[in-house]
């Protein structure tokens, strides 16, 4: 079964549809290459998986310590590569957790997060910077 369905909308955005469950995304060109910038460009959705993606990791970890993660905020910025060929050149990632957590919780969840599958599936020259704050 496919994951998405997809369709070009024109004016250089696009509209993908999650099959289960029918959510649709829509994509545009950011300012800076030919677009609106009206939406997430399809690399903002790559560094925006990546957060959270590691914040799903860190959650299936708290859930399975009973540790309260709710109300856990974070902050993705995409750098895209000065040179050619145009392409993401480093994910910061800055995330706000509980200061409850003991330290060898935060030891487990910081872990946990620079394991997620988006992490470990983006190439190796996307340098991957990632914060964690505990207020």
């Given amino acids: 079964m496919n994951t998405a369905t997809a369709r070009y909308a024109g004016h250089l955005r696009t509209e993908a549809t999650h099959v289960a469950s029918g959510t649709l995304i829509q994509t545009d060109a950011p300012v800076d290459n030919h677009g609106r910038g009206e939406a997430f460009s399809p690399t903002d959705l790559v560094s925006a998986a990546l957060g959270s993606c ?37 994910i910061d990632v800055t995330f706000e957790l509980p200061a409850a957590l003991a330290p060898a919780d935060r030891t487990v969840l910081e872990r946990a997060a620079l394991t997620c599958p988006v992490a470990l599936s983006l190439h190796p020259d996307i340098k991957q910077n990632v914060v964690f704050e505990y207020r």
């Fill in 54 to 90: 590691m914040m799903t990791i860190m959650g299936i970890v708290a859930e399975r310590h009973a540790w309260d993660l709710v109300g856990t905020t974070w902050a993705v910025t995409k750098h895209m590569s000065p040179e050619p060929p145009r392409r993401i050149a480093q």
